[in-house]
């Protein structure tokens, strides 16, 4: 049973090449099978990464064609950004949602 999961997480990232796991640069990865946004698109999985810093965490974005979604205040001199959109599936009819975050400090922030 554990292996058909671990079947799907490979083909999964293997539709997102630009994101190397192996990277120090990717502090925590969470992989969803299907799901609904709120606009009712039904999707193949809904990815979340999050990376070390902000800079990193815009090119895989822009990589991707996500847009910057939000960038907040700073609280306890840390500062959360988020790019988040869908992202094509060729040879699938639902796509993939993938949000791609951040959280640093203030000062280093950029």
């Given at each position: 049973m554990f292996g058909r999961e671990i079947e799907w997480l490979g083909a999964v990232m293997?539709?997102?090449?630009?994101?190397n796991v192996a990277s120090p640069a990717?502090?925590?990865l969470e992989v969803h099978e299907?799901?609904?946004?709120l606009d009712g698109v039904?999707?193949?999985?809904?990815?979340?990464v999050t990376m070390?810093?902000?800079?990193?965490?815009?090119t895989l974005a822009e990589s991707l064609g996500l847009v910057a979604f939000y960038r907040g205040e700073i609280v306890d001199d840390e500062i959360f950004s988020l790019?988040?959109?869908l992202v094509p599936v060729e040879g699938?009819?639902?796509p993939l949602g993938v949000e791609v975050a951040a959280?640093?400090?203030?000062?280093?922030?950029?």
């Open positions: 293997l539709r997102i090449p630009q994101l990717v502090v925590s299907g799901g609904v946004r039904k999707l193949l999985a809904d990815i979340r070390r810093t902000a800079a990193e965490a815009r790019w988040q959109g699938e009819t639902m959280y640093e400090s203030a000062g280093v922030a950029s």
